[in-house]
């Protein structure tokens, strides 16, 4: 069970993953050497809920700077997950 833990960093919480919700569809921060089939796994091991679909994508770090000093925030992965019907996660 820990490695559940270990795939999923966080749910992200946004304005539009609030809307999904209602369509059974949770935004989480996954770990970018995560596939689906892990992710998917986690998911019904952490929340006990089903999983119809997994879609991921990886976000593109942005710049940024810090008075002189220019850098980049590191890229990270995105895994929208799609529950089965009567399905939901409990986020309160």
Do not use: C
Not at 21 to 38: D, H, L, P, T
Not at 63 to 87: F, H, N, S, Y
């Amino acid at each position: 069970m820990n490695d559940a833990y270990n795939v999923i960093n966080s749910l992200l919480r946004t304005e539009r993953g609030t809307i999904q919700a209602k369509e059974g569809k949770y935004f989480f921060s996954v770990r970018k050497a995560a596939n689906k089939i892990q992710i998917k796994q986690a998911v019904e091991d952490i929340y006990k809920v089903k999983v119809s679909a997994v879609n991921t994508s990886v976000m593109s770090g942005k710049r940024k700077r810090v008075r002189q000093q220019l850098g980049m925030t590191p890229d990270w992965k995105k895994a929208i997950v799609t529950l089965k019907e009567g399905q939901k996660i409990d986020l309160a």
